[in-house]
């Protein structure tokens, strides 16, 4: 079980090519770029994508099939088309399958990098007012409370929360989804701010069911949309020209070894860029501004206010 090097490198064609993260016997982990995606819903609307590509090498007999003995590949996850990093793959069906249990079971660890659009210096009230739900799984039963709200130095607001609203198809518009607590699937998102800029917020955020767009969709219900996601923001533009969502981060017990496993997704350049342009901006905006306090509106300095 081994760590793979991050210049380890598989062709999937004369466009798309991506690192290779982690292998084993079982298990090959890849850093999909964002624009590629990674299956198609329904195989009648079959598109160019990752996992064809993987089929069509093996079917070749490309390099990096043969050189592996790899006559069988299936993705245990999926992860939007504009999202980059982490995408897990099986080598066998019986690999799958054990994995596909630990996923069932919520026993994997998943961490994404998101970028938003707004500050949390002023968040909005629903992000310090998640109403107490019980949310019922299959083996276990999560209640969330009210978010914790804590003042970090500098004066600047730190927010750790977490999110438990039900999602459900859109009724109308296919490929969406909307939050729906009656008749949606429960979903729950544990969220906290890595980083705060002039008016944008690098956040760390860890799901721990998988529904679709479950990211994107919670933390727009809460006043945060991530950039330029065309279905729940604000559209294309702003720091990044693609959805700044990036899964980050694995971890897991090996179902075979029962070794822990951490997988990790260097950032890509379009993510690393806009960070260090935010940062340069918000050092210039702070350089610029008048001297005044900041004030978390959830500390208990302000209390007695309407949030």
């Known amino acids: 079980m081994t760590s793979a090097d991050s210049t380890v490198m598989l062709r999937l064609s004369r466009e798309w090519q991506v690192d290779v993260l982690y292998e084993d016997r079982a298990f090959l982990a890849i850093n999909k770029p964002a624009g590629l995606i990674a299956a198609p819903e329904s195989w009648s609307r079959t598109r160019r994508n990752l996992m064809l590509y993987l089929q069509e090498g093996i079917q070749r007999r490309a ?36 994995m596909s249990e630990l996923w069932e079971r919520r026993e994997v660890e998943k961490e994404y990098i998101a970028l938003v659009e707004k500050s949390l210096a002023q968040p909005p009230p629903a992000v310090c007012r998640l109403s107490v739900t019980r949310v019922t799984f299959k083996r276990h039963a999560v209640e969330t409370r009210p978010a914790p709200c804590f003042r970090g130095t500098g004066g600047e607001g730190v927010a750790s929360f977490q999110i438990a609203r039900g999602i459900a198809p859109h009724p109308k518009r296919e490929g969406l989804m909307v939050i729906d607590d009656k008749r949606g699937k429960p979903a729950q998102t544990f969220v906290s701010l ?22 994107r969709i919670h933390l727009a219900s809460v006043g945060l949309p991530i950039v330029s996601d065309p279905l729940y923001g604000s559209g294309r533009g702003g720091p990044m020209p693609r959805l700044g969502l990036h899964a980050a981060r694995l971890r897991f017990v090996h179902p075979f070894t029962h070794r822990p ?13 806009a960070v260090a342009r935010l940062r340069r901006e918000s050092v210039e905006n702070v350089g610029s501004a008048p001297s005044s306090k900041s004030q978390h509106p959830c500390s208990k300095e302000t209390s007695s206010s309407k949030w």
Do not use: M
Request: charge should be positive; avoid cysteine; aromatic fraction near 8%.
């Open 63 to 98: 390099y990096w099939a043969v050189s592996r003995g790899i006559r069988w590949i299936k993705n245990v996850h999926r992860i939007d088309a504009d999202t980059s990093g982490i995408l897990l793959l099986a080598k066998t069906p019986a690999a799958l399958d054990r």
């Open 194 to 215: 890595r980083e705060q800029f002039s008016h944008h917020a690098l956040l760390s955020v860890k799901p721990v069911t998988g529904r679709t767009h479950q990211i």
């Open 261 to 273: 496993v951490e997988i990790e997704a260097p950032w890509p350049k379009d993510l690393r860029e």
